[in-house]
């Protein structure tokens, strides 16, 4: 132990574990399978553009909610067929865009 160490009274850090004892570790706990299947599945490619209820069930937001920034022109929509977003817009959807709903919400 150095003089900083004693000074302070910290013990030090323990050794880190070798690569087996965290796949032991993951294995034990399930999630060496699942990281196998994440890796041997091929990643689903996501929709560039989502209807209101696929937008709503992909950000856990309602559809109302939705409609009101598309109507606020906060989220920008297009028509085809039904209206949709951009997968894009959806997440970058901020806290201040939220407020600004919410405030709105209270005026009505």
């Keep these: 132990m ?10 030090p ?6 690569p087996q004892e965290v796949l032991t570790a993951l294995a034990a706990y399930g999630w060496l399978s699942l990281t196998r299947e994440m890796v041997a599945r091929p990643a689903q490619a996501l929709p560039q553009w989502m209807t209101i209820r696929d937008a709503s069930e992909y950000s856990g937001l309602s559809q ?3 409609r009101r920034l598309i109507d606020r022109g906060t989220l920008a929509s297009v028509r085809d067929g039904s209206i949709k977003v951009r997968r894009c817009d959806v997440d970058e959807l901020s806290m201040s ?3 600004t ?6 005026r009505a």
């Design 101 to 106: 709903v919410a405030q709105v919400r209270r």
């Design 97 to 99: 865009s939220l407020r």
């Design 13 to 18: 850090l323990p050794p880190a574990p070798s």
């Design 2 to 11: 150095n003089s900083l160490a004693r000074q302070y009274r910290v013990s």
């Design 64 to 66: 109302t909610l939705l």
